[in-house]
């Protein structure tokens, strides 16, 4: 039998997807599981996306331009322009989600065998992406023990070497749900400037900033305009993670340029979520206060449940709609695995995502699992009573 290549031996499993076989087999024995190990929001689409979809007059779904329909990019630049990012529509690249935005920036910026430094806990895909283009993870670890902070300007230019092309972050953070302020992102800015590097932010959560707290876009900063590269997604935004749309946005014409030579190889974005992206920029800002709100409510009573826990803590997030948490048992894998195997309360049991996944160091996050509060508040209780059982249960509790 011919072997699989050595990126596909070394390609890590996904945490959020790996335990859908244990939680489809949990259904099929007739239990409830609640699904926390993903971030697919429960919030309806917008009206004026689903009927622009709807109202298709098209005779034709051919392919659009590579970078994008036009009227959407240009539609998209002045949606940036009223936050205050002032870009040309030019600057942006419309992409298969944002996932593929970030796998562009890579390609686009980096050789294989550069590095790329990020904080971890990281969006776990970011692993993924890194081995399908060749280039090397850097971490730089921030603990639970305070509250997943950004870790001090000395400890990331101690792992700056002379294959290093660029930072990443993710703000607000996915899986932590930390939202990094001015005054870090101005530090990173002062790190990037100095060792020429590229910034890439990750600001597909940018609407879900809580108590009080805004958003600071990467795109803001002065004196490296053209080492920014922005990734944006419409996924969470407007709850449209089906349509697969994303965006990749820099003033450096060199690198929007190289991406287009890239985008130009799989032909062009999908057609149907383009139509859906556009119309979704005149959502109205009611639903966006709407949602704020709700997850509000549903932070608060997630992080409250799992604090009052017995040897459970879990960092109260500022942003995004995940929450990283430390749990008395002695592997998380295989806790996430036996109380979907093994467990059930009341006929119900619960779906998350390990922690291990979700570090580029091994054998970091073995006791910490990510939850992303999408549930209503009614099944966030059952899902939180469930887990408080499951935890007095397990054989390998600590």
């Avoid at 309806?44 to 005779?59: D, F, G, H, M, Q």
């Avoid at 971490?139 to 000395?154: H, M, R, Y």
């Amino acid at each position: 039998m011919p072997s699989i290549s050595a990126r596909g031996k070394v390609m890590p499993a996904s945490p959020i997807r790996k335990l859908i076989p244990f939680a489809e087999e949990a259904v099929r024995k007739g239990l409830k599981v609640y699904k926390l190990n993903i971030g697919q929001p429960d919030i309806p689409t917008p009206a004026v996306a689903l009927e622009a979809v709807r109202n298709i007059s098209l005779k034709v779904l051919e392919y659009s331009h590579s970078a994008g329909n036009e009227s959407y990019r240009r539609k998209l630049a002045g949606f940036y322009r009223s936050i205050g990012i002032e870009v040309d529509y030019t600057d942006i690249l419309i992409t298969t989600g944002g996932s593929e935005a970030v796998m562009f920036a890579m390609l686009t910026c980096l050789d294989p065998g550069d590095e790329i430094i990020t904080s971890e806990p990281l969006y776990a895909n970011y692993n993924g992406f890194a081995v399908s283009t060749g280039v090397k993870i850097v971490p730089v670890t921030s603990s639970i023990a305070n509250d997943f902070a950004l870790p001090g300007v000395e400890e990331i230019e101690k792992k700056i070497t002379s294959r290093t092309r660029a930072i990443l972050v993710c703000n607000p953070n996915n899986p932590t749900g930390y939202l990094y302020s001015r005054e870090e992102l101005s530090r990173l800015r002062d790190i990037v400037k100095k060792h020429n590097l590229y910034l890439f932010s990750d600001e597909a959560y940018r609407e879900f900033c809580y108590d009080g707290e805004e958003h600071f876009s990467a795109m803001k900063l002065d004196g490296i305009e053209e080492n920014v590269v922005l990734i944006d997604s419409v996924s969470k935004r407007y709850s449209e993670c089906g349509v697969r749309i994303g965006a990749l946005i820099t003033r450096n014409r060199n690198v929007i340029e190289a991406a287009l030579r890239i985008a130009q190889s799989r032909l062009s974005p999908p057609g149907l979520g383009q139509i859906a992206g556009e119309a979704s920029i005149d959502t109205p800002p009611d639903y966006f206060r709407e949602i704020n709100r709700e997850y509000t409510l549903r932070r608060n009573f997630m992080v409250d449940a799992l604090n009052n826990m017995p040897g459970v803590y879990c960092p109260k997030p500022r942003g995004a709609f995940y929450a990283m948490a430390r749990l008395p048992v002695d592997d998380a894998d295989s806790f996430a695995r036996w109380i979907l195997e093994m467990f059930e309360y009341k006929k119900q049991t619960v779906l998350l995502a390990p922690g291990s996944g979700f570090y580029s160091t091994p054998g970091l996050g073995k006791n910490e699992v990510r939850i992303a509060y999408v549930l209503n508040t009614n099944d966030l209780k059952n899902a939180m009573e469930t887990l408080a059982e499951a935890l007095k249960a397990y054989p390998g509790r600590v």
